[in-house]
C-alpha cells in the first residue's frame, strides 16, 4: 500500500522527480568515473613497476635478488615452469638469467646487466617489446642478437646491425665473451634501465655464462597484479625452502611505498569527492522532500500517522534512488569504460615519469574495479536516504496546521 | 736503476713492499727484489685457482718490463686461448680472441678478479706503487729469517691496515705475506716456496694467494721456466702486439 | 527597480533550500581550494628538496651534461660560484663534481658516484645531509674525508673512521687511486644514493678526476623559487662568455620531477573539474527547482506587463547573489581549512615510513599547505560563474512561459 502511494507520489510530479534524479544520476556516474581514473593511475604506476622489467611475482633462489650472486640458481627444468605456469592467478612465466659485464664497441666499454630470457615467454611477462624506439624486439630464436636500452646504445655510438662485445666473468671463472648484433634499443624513461639493461636469449647466455640449464628467476606475471602478495605466499608454500617468492611489493619496497603516499592523496581527493557529491544529492533530495512539508501537513490533517508518513517518504526516497542509481552505474560503466579504451592522453604536454623503479605513461586512464561501484553506490543510497528521511522526520513533528502553513 | 722483473715478480712486488726508508730494510728489500729482477723477462706461468665455486687450471706465458709493463697470454685451457692481458703504466687491457677484440678496463670494474683468480685487476694495476705506498720496520729476526711490517703512510691509497713479510735469510727469499685489515685482521697470506736456482740466483717458482675469509680457496702460480734479461723492450708492450702473436 | 534586493528577499523566501544549497558550493569550495592548496605545499616541498640535492632552482652545466653525464663535460669554475652567489635573490650556490669510480676496502669493492662538493654550501642546502651533524660533515674542500651512504658503508665492511680506496679515470683515461675515510654516513631512502654515494670535497674530487678548478655542475639556490624569472637572465649574462656554458632551469635539468609533478596535478584538475561539475549540477537543480515552485508567480508577474526578459535577468541576479555568497562563504572555510593545513599538516608518519621516495627526490612526512590565495580566488570566480551559467537554463525556461498556462501551474 505504502509502496504504491510512494510510486504514485514520484510520478506525481515528474519535473521535481526528473530534476532530483538526474542530479544524482550524473554525479554518481562522475563519482564512478573518478574513481575508475584512480585505479587507472594506481595500475599505472603498478604495471609501470613491474611490468617494464621485474615481473608480479619472481621466484629465486633465497638471497638472490638481494645479492645478486650469480651462484645463487636455480635449474631450468621444464616441470617447474610448468608448475608455476600452471599455479591459479598465474598467466605468464618467463624463465631468466642474469650477468654483470661489460659492453663494448670501439674505444667505449661501459658495465652492463645482461638479461637472459626466451623472447616468448618474456613477452607473457613485461612489455619492453612496446618501448622500441629502433629496430625490433629479439626473434625467438634471437642467437646472438640483443636489444639495449637507449643511454647505452647512444653512450656506445651503436645502432641497430651494429656490433658490440659483451666480457663478463663466467661461471667457471674464465672470461666469458661473444659478439653481439644490436637487433633494437629500447626507451623505458628509466635512466637505470635505459642506461644499462640489454636483453639477450636465454640460452646463448647459459652457453657464455657457463651456467648450461641455470636460471637466476622465474618471473611471472598475474591475472590481478594486485593481489600478487597472494600469489607469491600461496607458491612459496609449495615450492622448496631455499626459493624465495617475491611480490613486486617486496621486490620493490620503494614502490610500496610511493603507492602507500599516492594511496593517502587519493584518499584525500575520494573523502572530497564524496562529500562535493554527497552534499549535491543531500541537498536535492532534501530540497525535494522539504518542499512538500505543506503536503504532509495536509496528510496528516487527513489522518495519515507520523509513521507512516516517514515510512512513505523513505519508500519514496529508496524508490528514487535506487532508480539513479540505475541510470547512474550505466552512466558511469559506461564514463569508465570509455576512459580505459580512449583515456586523455598527455604525452604531448610530458615525457614518461620514472621512480622507484617505474615509469609513469603520460596519460589518464581508468581501470574497471567492481568496488568503485558498488561502494559509492551504497553511500549514495545511504545519502539520499538520510537526505529524504530528515526532512520527514522534521514533518512529521509538525502540527498538522504548522506545516500546512509552513511555506 | 730501473727495476725489471717478470708476472711473477710483479706478483710479488704489488705484495711487496719495494724499496723502504729505514736504511737496512730498505737494502734488504732491494737486495730480495734484485733477485727477481731481470731487465727484462719471459717465463711460462702455470694458474691454479681454487673457489667456492670453480676449480681451474691455466696455462700462460708472460714478458715483462721493469714494473710498468706487462704482457700474458693464455696458451690452456683451449677455450681461453689466445686471450691476453697487457697491463701498462696504470692501465689494464684485455685482448678477447673469439671477438678479435681489445678492451680496456674501465675504473669501475678494477675490483673484478683476474682471469678468475684471487688477485682483481686492480692489484695488478698498484703493484708499481708500493714503494711509495710504505714505511717499513724489522720486526722479528730469527736465524733463519726476518719479519718486516710494512705499514702504509698515513695518506698511500691502500686498504689494507699493514703487511707482515718474512724473509729467508739464506739466499734472502720471500717466505711469506700477510694482509691486514685496518683493525689488524688478517685478511690475506700469500706463501712462497719451492725455491730452486734460476740463472744463479735463488728464487721461488710457487706463489700461493690465500684469502683468510674463505679457507677454502686459493690460487696458485707456478713457475715452469723463467728467462731474464731478454730482448725487449718497452715497445713491446703496445696495444698492437697485444692482438698479434709476438 | 533593484534587481539584486529583489533577488536578494527571492531567495530568502526559500530560507532553508538557499542555506543548503549554498552550504553545498561553499563546501565544495572550501574543499577544492583546501586540497589545491595542500598539493601546492606538497609540490613545493617536493621540488625544494629537489632541486636542493639536484640540480638547484637553476643549474650551469656545460653542453648537454644534463642528459649524457659524460664526465668529460666538465669547464672551469674560476669563480663563476662566487658572481652567482653575489646575485641577489641567490640563497646558496653549489659547485660539483660528479666522478664515477670504484670504492675498495679490505673486503669487498663497489661501483660508485664519487660526488665533489663545497661542504659548507653543501651542508646548508642539501636535504641528503640533513640528519648529519655538523661535525660529521666534511671538514675541507680537499680532505680525505668522505660521506658514504649506508648501504654502501655497510657491503664494504667498514664503519666511520675506516678507510678506503677510490679509484676513478682522470681525464687522460688513467687511473687514479686515492686513500679516503669514511667520515659521515647518510641514509636517504634512495637506493642509488645509499649504495652509491661517496661525497668528498671538490677539490680533492677534482684533483683525482686529473681537472683541478673544474666541476661538472653549478646550481643555483634562490631564496624564493618564484624569483627564477629574474634570477634566469643574470645568471645567463654571466656565462654569454662561455658558448660551451648554459644555464637551465630546474624543470628541464630534472625533468623527471618536473613530469611527475605536471602528471599528479593533471589527474588533480580533472578530478576538480568534475567536482565543479557536480556543485554545478547542484545550482541549476535548485535554480530549476525554485522556477517550478514560483510558476504560478511568474505567469502573474508576466500578466501584469513585466517582460520576460526582466523576470530571466531575475533568476540570473539571484544566482549571481548565490554565487558571490558561496564565494566569500566558501573562501572563508577554504582559508580556515588552509590555516589549519599550513599551520599543523597532514603527518603520514602513522601510514607510512618516513622516508619516502617520489620522482627521485626524498620528501617529508608531513604534508604541509602553503598559501596560493590567486588560485584561491580565481577558483572562487569560477564557481560564481559556474553560478551564472548554471542559471541561464532555468532563466530561459522562466522567460519563456506563457502566462496563462503558469499561472495554471500546480
Redesign the interface.
Known sequence: MLLTLATRNIWRNKRRTLLTLSAMVVSSSLLMLSLGIFSGMLMDILASATEQYHGHVVVSRSGYQDERDMFLNIADEPQLLARLAASPGVVGASPRLRAFGLLSRGNNTYPAEILGIEPGRERQVTHLDHKLIAGSYLPDDAGRQVVIGRGLAEKLGATPGDEVVFVTQAADGSIGNDLLTVSGIFETGDAGHDNALVMAELAWLQEVMVLPGRLHEVALSVADPRLADAAAADLAARLPADFEVLDWGRLLPEMREVIASYDVSRMILVVILYSATGLGILNTFFMSVLERTREFGILMAMGMKPWKLRAMVLLETLVMGLLSLAAGITLGLLLTWYMQAVGIDLSGYLTPVTYAGGTILPRLSAVFEAKNIWVPALILLATCLLAGYLPARRAARLRPVEAIREN | MPIRHSLFALMLLLLLPGTALSLDLAELVREVEVQYTGRSSFALVSMEVRTENWERRMEMESWSYGRDYFLTRITEPAKEKGVTTLKAEKEVWNYLPKVDRVIKVPASMMGGFWMGSHITNDDLVKGSQVDKDYTFGLLEETDQSWLIECLPRPEAAVVWGKIHYRIAKAGRIPMQVEYFDEAMEKVREILFEDVQSVQGRAIPLRMVVQPLDKPAERTVMQYRDIEFDIAIGQEFFSLRNLKKRP | MNYLSLAWKNLW??R??TL??L??MS??LM??QA?HN??AG?YRQMVNSGVRAGSGHIAVYRGDYVR?R?EKLSFAEAGLAGRLAAIPEVEGVLPRVYL???A????E???ILLTGVDPAAELSVNPFLKQLAAEDMLPSTEG?EAILGARLVKELK?ARG????V???KRG???????LRVHGVVKT????IDGGLVMVGRERAAAMGGIPGQVHEIAVILDDPEADRRVFPRVEALIADQPELRALPWEEAM??LA??I???Y???K??FV??L???T??VV??L??SV??RMREFGVILAIGASPLRLAGMIMAEATLLGVLSMIFGTLLGSLATWYLVRYG?D?RA???E??????VVFDPI?RAIWDVPWMLRIAWYVAGLCLAASLYPALKAARLAPVEAMRHV
Open positions: 523566501r526559500n532553508r533550500r543548503i544549497t552550504a553545498a563546501l565544495s574543499l577544492v586540497f595542500l598539493s606538497v649524457s659524460d664515477p669510480g670504484l675498495q676496502s679490505s673486503r669493492s663497489r661501483g680525505r667498514i675506516n678507510k678506503f680506496v679509484t676513478v679515470q683515461g688513467e687511473l687514479q687511486s686515492e686513500l631512502g634512495i637506493k642509488e625533468l623527471n613530469n611527475a605536471k602528471l599528479d593533471a589527474s588533480q580533472f578530478i568534475i567536482i561539475l557536480i556543485v549540477i547542484g537543480n535548485t530549476l527547482m517550478m515552485e597532514i603520514l601510514l607510512i615510513s622516508n619516502l621516495e617520489y620522482g627521485g604534508l
